[in-house]
Nanobody, 130 residues
Framework: QVQLVESGGRSVQAGGSLRLSCAAS????????MGWFRQGPGKEREFVAA????????YDADSLKGRFTISRDNAKNTVYLQMNSLKPEDTAIYYC???????????????????????WGQGTQVTVSS
C-alpha cells in the first residue's frame, strides 16, 4: 500500500521560511517523480514544483520566482520543499504526489498536470499572515 505523508506545515509570518517534507512508503521511490501542488481557499489545485527520478527539478516559475526549492533524498524516501520569503498568497494546503517516471525524459509540462500523478498525500496546511 502506497502512502505519502506530508509534514512541516504551520502558521508563519510573511517573510518567514518553512520546509515541508513528504515521506513515501510502499513504492520504489527512486523510480518516481515527486511533485508538490497547493490549493488555496476557493482555488483549484495548482502545480508548485516537481523533481524527476533523475533529480531534475521543475518549478512553476511565475509564482515562485526563486523562492522555493524542491529536493529529494532517495535513501530516506523523502521529498522536501524549502519555502523562503513566504507571502500571504502562499497560504494553502500543500500536497505531495508521486508519478511513475523511471528512465523517462519528459517535457516540463508533463509534471505540472495533476492527472499524471498516481498517488497523493493528505496535505499539510501552510498559513502565512501579513
Amino acid at each position: 500500500q502506497v502512502q505519502l505523508v506530508e509534514s512541516g506545515g504551520r502558521s508563519v509570518q510573511a517573510g518567514g521560511s518553512l520546509r515541508l517534507s513528504c515521506a513515501a512508503s510502499g513504492l520504489t521511490f527512486s523510480s518516481y517523480a515527486m511533485g508538490w501542488f497547493r490549493q488555496g481557499p476557493g482555488k483549484e489545485r495548482e502545480f508548485v514544483a516537481a523533481v524527476r527520478w533523475d533529480s531534475g527539478a521543475i518549478y512553476d516559475a511565475d509564482s515562485l520566482k526563486g523562492r522555493f526549492t524542491i529536493s529529494r533524498d532517495n535513501a530516506k524516501n523523502t521529498v522536501y520543499l524549502q519555502m523562503n520569503s513566504l507571502k500571504p498568497e502562499d497560504t494553502a494546503i500543500y500536497y505531495c504526489a508521486a508519478a511513475e517516471d523511471s528512465g523517462a525524459f519528459r517535457g516540463r509540462d508533463y509534471y505540472t498536470y495533476t492527472y499524471k500523478y498516481d498517488y497523493w498525500g493528505q496535505g499539510t496546511q501552510v498559513t502565512v499572515s501579513s
